[in-house]
């Protein structure tokens, strides 16, 4: 049964840094591409950044770029995202995802969610002065 715990969320102000962590349980996480989504009130659920089951490859979405970036220790089973030079539109619920391991789509369909069959909580970022 694969389950995802987000946390790490917090206020920040406006240029400032946070990193979330997204912790697995009940699979083997190393054959698991990790996804990260947000969503902000009003709005869609959006792509924020995915990595492949090896690490070896990242994704991000536009809005991130350079900004974000996104990690995984497999001993620990734990993937993070760390954002860096926060900006208020940068506010949202922060999601977790995982695809369906060695029979999963990895981030080939990023930054859409299909493929990522398996999500976690959400954990709220603000980002505010």
């Known amino acids: 049964d694969v389950q995802l715990q987000a946390s790490g969320g917090g206020l920040v102000q406006p240029g400032g840094s946070l990193t979330l962590s997204c912790a697995g349980f009940g699979f083997t996480f190393d054959e698991y591409a990790i996804g990260w989504f947000r969503q902000a009130p009003g709005k869609e659920r959006e792509g924020v950044s995915c990595?492949?089951?090896?690490?070896?490859?990242?994704y991000y979405g536009n809005s991130v770029k350079g900004r974000f970036t996104v990690s995984r220790d497999d001993s620990k089973n734990t993937a993070y995202l760390q954002m860096t030079s926060l900006e208020p539109e940068d506010t949202a619920v922060y999601y977790c995802?995982?695809?369906?391991?060695?029979?999963?789509?990895?981030?080939?369909?990023?930054?859409?969610?299909?493929?990522?069959?398996?999500w976690g909580e959400g954990t709220q970022v603000t980002v505010s002065s």
């Open positions: 990595i492949s089951h090896s690490g070896m490859s990242t």
């Open positions: 995802a995982a695809d369906d391991g060695v029979l999963g789509r990895g981030c080939s369909k990023f930054p859409e969610q299909v493929g990522m069959t398996n």
